[in-house]
């Protein structure tokens, strides 16, 4: 038996359970097992655009991405642990207001989805420093500000202890008082995460609350034309941590 419909939990990746957060009385409770999770089922069925290295644009299943990008396809954002969600009016976020985005809704935003106007596509510059480099390309024109997706992975606290660089870690805003919070893309993710970076981005990610919970998103910062990759700014914390400096683009 599946849930029907879309599933307004969050799955906690240690109990393998969903747990839906209420906005209001800050509580969690139990929403189902993960194996009977509508939305874990509609991600195994989904489809992505991708540009192979002829330039061909294909239509792929989700194990054809999974094997591409080296990862498992999430649609939404995880969470390491249950207790982190069930502790999570207790720690929140922190203020996190981007300027040029303020008449953006959260609300509004359908965060589970990818902008159709994107596809994968392999990157030729970086053969050299990485295996089958992957980036993220526009197939039609992209007017600025347009959605493009949420950087979804799992959210988990940096180990001070463990001196161990992830390439798919994006700072995840808060006040939390235990270690560093990051949305970590290696394992579970979707085709955000194969979005490179570049000192003249093209776009951007942007915390935003939604239901009660802050969520990464990306968002054209201006108008993109089709065929070109989409970028952005890591940092200068991101690539301090690599100890490699970025390919200029």
């Avoid at 879309?6 to 409770?29: A, N, P, Q, S």
């Avoid at 902008?115 to 420093?129: D, M, N, T």
């Avoid at 950087?151 to 808060?174: I, W």
Wanted: aromatic share 12%; hydrophobic share 35%.
């Amino acid at each position: 038996m599946v849930d029907g419909g879309d599933c307004r939990g969050y799955r906690c990746v240690d109990l393998d359970e969903c747990h839906v957060y209420d906005e209001l009385t800050k509580k969690t409770t139990l929403a189902h097992d993960s194996s009977t999770c509508g939305s874990v089922e509609a991600d195994e069925q989904s489809t992505f655009q991708y540009k192979d290295k002829s330039g061909q644009l294909l239509l792929i299943s989700t194990d054809e991405a999974q094997e591409l990008m080296g990862c498992t396809f999430t649609s939404k954002l995880l969470f390491q642990r249950t207790s982190l969600l069930r502790n999570y009016a207790f720690w929140g976020f922190a203020d996190c207001e981007v300027d040029g985005f303020h008449h953006i809704t959260a609300q509004s935003i359908k965060s589970n989805e990818i902008s159709p106007k994107v596809a994968i596509g392999h990157v030729a510059s970086l053969v050299e420093v990485e295996d089958n480099p992957l980036g993220l390309f526009a197939i039609d024109d992209i007017a600025d500000l347009t959605f493009l997706g949420e950087y979804t992975g799992v959210l988990q606290v940096h180990n001070e202890g463990v001196n161990r660089f992830d390439p798919y870690g994006v700072s995840y805003p808060s006040v939390y008082e235990s270690g560093d919070l990051y949305v970590s893309a290696s394992e579970y993710g979707n085709v955000i995460r194969c979005i490179n970076h570049s000192y003249s981005p093209n776009a951007r990610f942007v915390p935003m609350i939604q239901g009660g919970i802050l969520h990464i998103f990306c968002f054209a910062i201006k108008n993109i034309k089709a065929g070109e990759q989409i970028f952005v700014n890591y940092g200068t914390a991101y690539w301090k941590s690599t100890g490699f400096e970025p390919i200029a683009v």
